[in-house]
T-cell receptor, first 113, second 113 residues
Framework: GNSVTQMEGPVTLSEEAFLTINCTYT??????LFWYVQYPGEGLQLLLK?????DKGSNKGFEATYRKETTSFHLEKGSVQVSDSAVYFC????????????FGKGTLLTVNP | DVKVTQSSRYLVKRTGEKVFLECVQD?????MFWYRQDPGLGLRLIYF???????EKGDIPEGYSVSREKKERFSLILESASTNQTSMYLC????????????FGPGTRLTVT
């Protein structure tokens, strides 16, 4: 079946540091890939997405590239801010009539001033 | 903007009570979902609905039922709440025509004592 593996958290960084959160997946076919973010006390928001190999999703300074050869979709940001503190979820959709997303377990990011 | 609302942010119930969690979306989306979120487990799909009165079981439907009498409203029902159902419950919706991203509500944190 489908699965998503994210790097274990929590991750603690200082402001303006470089961020990488690793995500690898197992899926049949050619899945669409997503990063969702959950700020404290809120639901999940779509951060970025990529629907085919070599696509790069980007939003709010975050980027992730769909790498089919390594089955990866790592999230990166060049300079994090305190306001980026949140839980980040990698997810995939690989087809099927129920439109089910498969989520990773989430990575808690804390950015200190 | 898409808006998904959930009836309560926090709920405390006793073991054996019948519990209703309500979710409403205002964008005429066909598909709606209920997930539970637990630390270290990520999001797990409980039930999915692809139209009014239509539902499908997700990965962990045991102990839950759902109701969708109107397109905008999707209810999750715990027939007899148990302590192992203490969790964060997230509702999501998506239109039938989209690149499979889902829009989430703020969540209901349910505690069963």
């Amino acid at each position: 079946g489908n699965s998503v593996t994210q790097m274990e958290g929590p991750v603690t960084l200082s402001e303006e540091a470089f961020l990488t959160i690793n995500c690898t997946y197992t899926a049949t076919g050619y899945p669409s890939l997503f990063w969702y973010v959950q700020y404290p006390g809120e639901g999940l928001q779509l951060l970025l997405k990529a629907t085919k190999a070599d696509d790069k999703g980007s939003n709010k300074g975050f980027e992730a590239t769909y790498r089919k050869e390594t089955t990866s979709f790592h999230l990166e940001k060049g300079s994090v801010q305190v306001s980026d503190s949140a839980v980040y979820f990698c997810a995939l959709y690989s087809g099927g009539s129920n439109y089910k997303l498969t989520f990773g377990k989430g990575t808690l990011l804390t950015v200190n001033p | 903007d898409v808006k998904v609302t959930q009836s309560s942010r926090y709920l405390v119930k006793r073991t054996g009570e019948k519990v209703f969690l309500e979710c409403v979306q205002d964008m005429d989306h066909e598909n709606m979902f209920w997930y539970r979120q637990d630390p270290g487990l990520g999001l797990r799909l409980i039930y999915f609905s692809y139209d009014v009165k239509m539902k499908e079981k997700g990965d962990i439907p045991e102990g839950y039922s759902v109701s969708r009498e109107k397109k905008e409203r999707f209810s999750l029902i715990l027939e007899s709440a148990s302590t192992n159902q203490t969790s964060m419950y997230l509702c999501a919706s998506r239109p039938r025509e989209s690149s499979y991203e889902q829009y989430f509500g703020p969540g209901t944190r349910l505690t069963v004592t």
